[in-house]
C-alpha cells in the first residue's frame, strides 16, 4: 500500500468509490487500491450489504490487548474537517 506522507501533521482528501463493480480508494486523487467484484460470492464480496461508516482513532487492535498499548502515544487526538457521501449509482 501506498505511504501517505504528512498523514499525521497535514489534511488530505480521503476517497473510497464503492460500487457493485468494485471499491477504489484515492488519497489526494491518486487512486491507491482497487478491490473487483469478481462475482465470487458473499465470502469474497460482502459489500453488497447496507454498512455505515465509521471514523474513530482506534488504539491497540488485536494486538494492544495482548501487549499492552504504549502510553507515549497518548493524549492522541484526530481532527476531521469534513465528511460528505454520495450516492454514484444514481445521477
Not at 465470502?43 to 504504549?70: C, E, I, S, T, Y
Amino acid at each position: 500500500m501506498k505511504r501517505i506522507n504528512q498523514a499525521t501533521s497535514e489534511f488530505h482528501d480521503y476517497r473510497i468509490d464503492w460500487t457493485p463493480e468494485y471499491i477504489r480508494g484515492f488519497v489526494d486523487d491518486v487512486q491507491i487500491y482497487s478491490f473487483p467484484n469478481e462475482g465470487k460470492g458473499n465470502g469474497v464480496w460482502p459489500f453488497d450489504k447496507r454498512f455505515h461508516l465509521l471514523l474513530n482513532l482506534a488504539v491497540g487492535g488485536d494486538w494492544g490487548g495482548v501487549q499492552g498499548v504504549d502510553s507515549s502515544a497518548f493524549p492522541a487526538e484526530m481532527e476531521v474537517d469534513y465528511v460528505r457521501v454520495y450516492d454514484l449509482l444514481k445521477p
